[in-house]
Each structure stands twice: as C-alpha cells, then as structure tokens.
C-alpha cells in the first residue's frame, strides 16, 4: 500500500528549503524528528478539506476497513467522539442519547458542548470501567426512554477487555432505526482477526479508534470510521463536525505515522496479529496455572483480578514491566504485534516469581446503582463551581468531572447528585476534592 504523507514530508525534508512558514523550530533538531514536522504547505493537503496526499491516505484506511470513509484524527478518540455525537444529533431538536453507562469523559464533555442530554444504559456490572449490557437491555432501555433517542452510545471494548454482543444490539438499533454509535478506542486492531469483531462490521453506524493504542502509531493517531449503511448526510459533514472541536495545526509526525500505519496493515499485520493472539492466549493459560486468577477478555488484554492488585503491579514495575492500569484489584496489561518473545518470557517469569496473594478479589458489584441528575450536564459544566474536600460532598452537585478516576471514567457525570455510595468510590481512587455547584 502506498504512503503518500510519509513519502511527501520525507522529499521535502531532503530537499534544501528555506522554510519561512511554521512552526518555528524551522524543521532544526532539538527532539530530533523537527525535520519530518511541517504545516499544511503547498502540496502537503489540509486535514479537514482534504482532496490530495491526505485523502488519498485516507482511501487507503477506508479500503483496510471496508467502511464508506474513514477520517484521520491527530488528536485521539477524544476528539473522533465529539464529531460523532455531533453527527447523530444533526437536524435533532431537544435531543437525547442513550449511553452504557461506562462512557469515557470525552463524551460527557460533548454532551457539555453539544448540549444533548443522557439516559445512562446501567449493568451490574463490578468495575467503574465496565456496563455489560445485551441486546435485551438495550430493547427496554429504548422502550421507556422518555423519548426517541437520536443514537444509542457504547464502549466497546472497555478498559477491561468487556466486549458486548455489538451485532445483537446493532440489529436492535437497525429495528428502532437508531444510529449506533460506538467508542471503539482500543479496538482498532479487532478488524483484523480471522473473524472481525470490529464495531463497523458488527453493525455500527460511527465508530471511532484509537489507533494508537493498539497498532504502531504515535500517540494521538486516531480515525473515525463511517459505515457504508450511514446516512450519506454523515459522509457530506463529517469533516465539518471534525474541525468543530479539531485545532487547524494537525500534527504531520501523526499523520505521516497514520498513514505508514496502512502500510503497516496491508503488509502481512494479519498473520501477525494471529500469532500474537495465540501468543497471549498460551500466555494467559500459563498465568491461570501459576494460579492467578485472568480474566476472560478480548485477545490482547490480560486482565488480572487479584486481592492485592497494587502489590502485583509493583512486583511487575520491579521486574521491569510497566502495566496500562491498576487499581486495588484490577491490573490491565495491553499487548500489541509490537511486543515480543523476549517481553512474553519476563511477564511469565514476573509471575512465576511473584510471592504475594493470587487470589481473585470479591468485589460486590458495586457499580449497579443509578445516578439521580439535578441539572443537566451542559448547565453543571458551566456552572460557577466550587472545589470542596471529598468529605463535604454528600448531596452536593457535581460541576465538572475533572475527578473522573483513572482511567478517565466519571464516578458522578457533572449535574448529578453526589452520594455516599461515589464518595465511598472517590475515596477508593483516592481522591480527595471535588468540584460542586456553588
Ligand atoms: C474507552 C476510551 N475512550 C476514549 C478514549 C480517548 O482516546 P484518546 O486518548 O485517543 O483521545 C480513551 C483513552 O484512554 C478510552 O480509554
């Protein structure tokens, strides 16, 4: 597959140019990548009124992933999240969207933004990062919704690897004529299993990806993918709806690293994939037999749950292993095709050395209990706000999620009312202060 972004950015840092446009580093060494870092110059396209080196990278990214266009975003899913929700509400009056209840905080800020209210989908779910719903769940959320909801919202895979049956819930969606919108942030590499799970081709209408979460691309390198049912409205105003919220100085570093993510894609990333998979499935089978209890999760998380998580994390960062998340009971590790025997054997001998508890921690399922809103969350997001000591907040009202827990899952979505049961919660993220409205 070709690259036209890396190819044009390398031709011209060869080439001797006096660069009197941005940025001021002037493509001089300090990081030492400056060379590679330039701005929408002639012949270098514009991000979001691409019709040359960009969409033609693009074409490239939709091809890999079937769907009628996939966009490029140099600022993450957080940015590819607002431009969805902003799709689904176009020509909406006083809409409303059904959310899992595990949103990342991006969407609470577009909901701010885009002033759209919420009906949180609740699961008995034990982790703040996890809503497992079904098909059925879905169904009867639609039915008692207070009105027709302009899109149903999900997080697909969550942080824990929780993969909801997307399919099922999608052809509920196609029967209530719902767009299905889907927060697919570390599932980009799902398209390219033996069977995709992918969220677009399960039936989703929008979904975006981190792809740098999961595949080799720097930090920030993200899509948004359109699928081919989509109203055609949504392919005419996506770029629009992305430069709503999009800065106009895209990064070129994370451009050009999209677009050798194609490359990376077209040349043989399946076959890769599947031995990593099958990699970590042996991996997570020898963890189960050193007795540590794994979770069952999408192929390439290994989701401990243990009584003493932290410890377990500390034994691992002690042996040289860096996990993605921890908590008191819950350690995540990401894997990619990037990562190697060398990485697999000092994770197997981490565990095998490790002298502390394995056993699975008892958690209640703690996270099935519904929010009571007071306001909504445009007007609590704006609000005047105080900041008081976790203490202090019972029955207080939550302004803006600034405390949402690692990894970015508000406990209390601004506007709703805080009670003992989220305090309980903050104190366990530690966390101390809040911020109230006034
Ligand atoms: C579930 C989920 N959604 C969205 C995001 C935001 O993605 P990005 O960092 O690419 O903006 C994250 C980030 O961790 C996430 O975990």
Redesign the pocket.
Known sequence: MNTPVYDFVHKYAGQDVSRFHMPGHKGKSFLGCEAFDITEIEGADVLYGCNGIIKESEDNLSSLFGTAHSYY?T???????KAMLALALQGKEDPLVLAAR???K??CYAAALLDFEVEFIYSKASHL?SCEINAEDVKNAIENSKKKPCALYL?S???LGYIPDIKAISNVCKEYKIPLLV?N??GAYLNFLPRSLHPIELGATLC?D?A??TLPVL????YLHISMNAPKIYTENARSMLSLFASTSPSYLILQSLDLGNRYISEGYRDRLLKTVNDISVIKEKLMSEGFFVKTSEPLKIVFENENATELCIHFRNNGIEAEFCDKDTLVLMASTENNKSDYERLLYAAKSYKGSKKRALKEKEFSFKAQRAVSIRKAMFCEAQTISIEDALGRICACPTVSCP???PVVVSGEIITDKSIEIFKEYGIKKISVIK
């Open positions: 975003s600022e993450g899913s957080s940015l590819c999240i595990n949103v990342h991006a969407f990062c997080t895979p969550d942080y927060d942030a570390h975006c981190s740098h979460k930090t920030g390198g993200a990894p970015a899952v």
